[in-house]
């Protein structure tokens, strides 16, 4: 991780500065882990991405200062943080889970939790990690708040969680419209889900707002289809014609084509070695977002000398 991050910062400093520095370091720090902890799932490609972007627009609509948006935004690619911990055999599973298997996906929250103990940042987004799975009526876990003894930004995130976790296909089931997702979290307004975000984000969708963000991995990149597992494929920024990427579900490789304005991948028949089957980090993807929270929270102010959030 230490090596990553001096990588990304495009110097070959020691590990201390390149984790304890910058604001724009300890942020990159938090979103490094979150990525590697998605690309266990082949699944969940472009999830984190869409949350942050889902949220930033709930945010924004709620009417939120600048400063919050970025701290809810930050907190909605964070906050599965804790699915780490949750083992291949769960998180990967190609069918609906039992109770069990369940059980053990509703760790994550605590997990992320206590792996944010002790980052100079972490009161900036700890309730959006613990706290995104409850819900108003205090159905939720891990602890069973209601309503407004939910902080703002759990309910935010948990919002746009859920809605891509509806429009986003899995192994067992393709993903919903955006109609169907609306729908149901329009009947669970004020349950499930808080009543007065509920109305902005229904009110986005119908307007046609989420799409961009919808079956993307970044801005104006959407995912690509493997014919035998689905939308697997993530297109990182930058790649060109004649690159290759691999469904890291089944492992097979694929050449992206320039298609008018837009690259296609294209299966070539083979199947990626073990080293083509490594995540590999999007680097300009992680830079884009800590420059946008950096620029738009004052985190230089809310560090003390020591690194530690006043």
């Known amino acids: 991780m230490q090596t990553l991050l001096s990588t990304w910062f495009g110097r070959a400093s020691p590990a201390s500065r390149s984790v304890d520095g910058s604001p724009q370091a300890l942020v990159g720090s938090l979103l490094l882990m979150a990525w590697f902890v998605e690309a266990r799932d082949p699944y969940t490609g472009g999830h984190l991405w869409r949350v942050s972007r889902y949220t930033r627009l709930l945010a924004e609509a709620a009417g939120l200062p600048a400063a919050d948006v970025a701290r809810v935004s930050l907190g909605g690619f964070l906050h599965d943080l804790g699915k780490i911990g949750i083992p291949d055999a769960v998180l990967r599973k190609n069918s609906t889970l039992n109770d069990d298997e369940y059980a053990i996906v509703r760790t994550h929250p605590?997990?992320?939790?206590?792996?944010?103990?002790?980052?100079?940042?972490?009161?900036l987004v700890k309730e959006a990690v613990y706290s995104h799975h409850e819900r108003p009526d205090g159905k939720g876990y891990p602890r069973g708040l209601k309503a407004e003894e939910i902080h703002l930004d759990a309910r935010i995130v948990g919002?746009?969680?859920a809605f891509d976790a509806m429009t986003s296909s899995r192994p067992y089931r393709a993903g919903m419209s955006r109609g169907q997702a609306l729908a149901i979290i329009q009947s669970q307004s004020g349950s499930q889900f808080d009543a007065a975000l509920a109305r902005h984000f229904i009110d986005m969708g119908?307007?046609?707002?989420?799409d961009h963000v919808m079956g993307h991995s970044d801005d104006g990149i959407p995912l690509q289809e493997c014919p035998m597992c689905g939308p697997t494929l993530v297109v990182k920024r930058g790649q060109q014609p004649g690159e290759h990427i691999y469904c890291r579900n089944c492992g097979g490789e694929f050449a992206l084509e320039q298609e008018q304005a837009k690259l296609v991948a294209r299966p070539t028949g083979r199947v990626g070695s073990p080293q083509d089957l490594q995540p590999d980090a999007d680097h300009a993807l992680i830079r884009k977002v800590v420059a946008e929270a950096v620029s738009r929270m004052p985190l230089e102010q809310m560090l003390s000398s020591d690194g530690e959030v006043l």
């Open 159 to 161: 919002l746009c969680d």
């Open 110 to 123: 605590e997990l992320g939790w206590r792996m944010l103990s002790g980052h100079p940042l972490a009161e």
């Open 206 to 210: 119908r307007r046609g707002l989420l």
